[in-house]
Nanobody, 130 residues
Framework: QAELVESGGGSVQAGGSLRLSCEGF????????MGWFRQAPGKEREGVAT????????????AYAASVRGRFTISRENGKNILYLQMNSLKPEDSAMYYC???????????????????WGKGTLVTVSS
């Protein structure tokens, strides 16, 4: 059964860094858009960043939520459903369950609502202390 599996969450002090990873198992094709979403207790799930599959020699388009732009970097391994999120300068408000998500439509430089992503991992917890 195909699935997305996240890893790399943990606890860190404000200003620190973490790197999240996500691997898609059981897929025979490259997912067109992969991304990271997060959900803090009592809040709605929100998009963090997305990245499209590369097209020929052009890198896949990326998009970031305003709250993380300049601090987080999303990347994926070419030709594989392996996704990363490098998180720097972490803040307590970044604390949340982080989910890997994907869909078989390009995100084209946008961060879709969570309803528009069709494949989800189970999440990895990130806690940032002040």
């Amino acid at each position: 059964q195909a699935e997305l599996v996240e890893s790399g969450g943990g606890s860190v002090q404000a200003g620190g860094s973490l790197r999240l990873s996500c691997e898609g198992f059981g897929y025979s094709y490259s997912l067109l858009c992969m991304g990271w979403f997060r959900q803090a207790p009592g809040k709605e799930r929100e998009g963090v960043a997305t990245i499209d599959r590369p097209v020929f020699d052009r890198p896949g388009m990326t998009a970031y939520a305003a709250s993380v732009r300049g601090r987080f970097t999303i990347s994926r391994e070419n030709g594989k459903n392996i996704l990363y999120l490098q998180m720097n300068s972490l803040k307590p408000e970044d604390s949340a369950m982080y989910y890997c998500a994907a869909r078989n439509l390009y995100c084209s430089g946008g961060v879709p609502g969570y309803d528009d992503m069709s494949i989800w991992g189970k999440g990895t917890l990130v806690t940032v202390s002040s």
